[in-house]
């Protein structure tokens, strides 16, 4: 601190704590509103306290899931997110590992068309390609599959962009000295720069499993049966029927189920997280 | 850029590269080029027949006031979203770097909302202001405001600007912070021996110096508002109430996906395209003169 002012000092630890309690408030809410019995969330008087149904709650949505909102288990829809954010983020690390390798290492014709050609995903969200992407899907058979939920998505310029930033920081020595002592191309990188990239890729692999869990519209368009639903999606479900039916304290339950996974994830390795989130930015 | 040492092998390289070009091109590369070739057909809405008509989709789409007024929810929602969250995340950056005791645990109070996905956000915040079952809705109705978001476009709008906001503010604060701590504290000593009080040094020193962590910033903002907050859209107001909360990227989901006009939802997305482009060029030109600063 540059100067002791004691009223700024508190006025600072005020505003961060108000802040913190204003980010907080809505989890909150919605963890009380997912202990009590539906009739308390109906009569009017919002209960600001944990109600008693909360293993009642949280076993209906995870066990029998929401029958009248011609809902599935919402384990089930927990596997499916599992499943999908592991294979985004490791298929991700995997292709942009072998992608970059090839582009930082090697010399050969189309180098650096490749190079580009990986470049403009970056520019091609789904959300700007819905319907062709949805054909091309369809018509390869894959909806309403786990391959077709994660395939697609798993080409990723970030990744392959970070990795080939990092490649290029590895001293040539390395390379020079392997190839010296006659290792091949394959043994490098296994037994040298993969073992150098651990904590990209752990950084990596925190970021990524965030971007897999929280997808939206594609899990949206290629799912039609509820057995392939993903909890983020699935919840919007629920809402609609909310409106008609009152559910709110199991739609409140499947939300905080939803949330769960990426925000333990954040939290438990914040150094990786923040680490992953500025060097993709780079 | 490539390494001085590289190894020599006639087919390696490119088996090494064919997963990720094939991913790329099945699913990124044909969907763009099959959606700007459909933006210039006119299809029946039984794909019987097909008709070339040039640029008449576009032309149909900018003299839709309807798709006029998407343009101008979008550009509102996104920069609302930007303005809201990059100053509430200032703010709290500021007043965390001020705090040396603290400000780590802080910070970890403060990051995670942004692994929370965007339509689990707009699920949260639409439950607090249900008009029935929602506490905000109740302490609104309790300052005389009845709030409604089913019949209230403005309602609907604060709506998923506040749910959009809030899950974007960790974001902001994390680099902001970053940025006040690469400040140089001598800068700020030296202001302070001349006389200047907190509120002048931010304004004169810091402010100014943070400027490219700023732009950088709001240009990240401005691309999640238009593409990422489709989640926060479609789980809570479905671009209603009347179209008053349509973004564009929403509305090529349900032109094209509900309402089956190919054509039309292929014009919109290469207008999207062409919007992504412009971002990531003004993004990447930044970038590469961050380093002078």
Redesign the interface.
Known sequence: MVENRPYLTVLSHLVVILGIIITVMPIWITFVASTHPIEHIMDGTIPMWPGDKFFENYATVLGAGVADAGGIPVGTMLFNSLVMALSITIGKIAISLIAAYAIVYFDFPFRMACFWLIFITLMLPVEVRILPTFAVVANLGLLNSYVGLSLPLIASATATFLFRQFFLTVPEELAEAARIDGAGPWKFFKDILLPLSRTNIAALFVILFIYGWNQYLWPLLVTTDESFYTIVMGIQRMTQAAESLPLWHLVMATTMLAMLPPVIVVVVMQKLFVKGLVETEK | ?????????PW???A??L???A??????????V??LY?SLLVEDAFGLSTEFVWFENFEELFADPLYLDTFWNTVVFSFSVAFASMS?AL??AV??D???K?ATA????????????????G??????F?P????NA?LLRGLGYDWNHYLDGGDAMILVVIAAS?KQ???NF??FL?GLQAIP?SL??AA?IDGAG?FKRFWTIIFPLLSPTTF?LLV?NVVYAF?DT??II???TEGGPAGATQIL?YK??SD??IGLD?GG??AQ?VV??VI??SL?VVQFRY?ERRVEY
Do not use: D
Request: overall charge positive; proline content about 6%; aromatic content about 20%.
């Open positions: 850029m490539i390494k001085r040492v590289t190894f020599r092998n390696l390289p490119y090494l590269l997963p990720q070009l991913v790329t091109l099945i699913f990124f590369i044909w969907p763009a099959q959606a459909q509430l703010l709290l007043m965390a001020r705090t040396i603290g802080y910070k970890t109070l403060l990051i995670w909302p942004y692994a929370v996905a965007p339509a689990v956000a699920v949260l915040w639409f439950f607090m249900n029935v079952v929602g506490i109740y809030w503010i960790s974001y994390l680099f970053a504290r700020i000593e302070a907190p950088f990240v593409f489709f989640g479609h789980a809570t990227v090529v989901f094209g996906f190919l939802s292929a997305s999207l395209m992504v482009i990531t970038i």
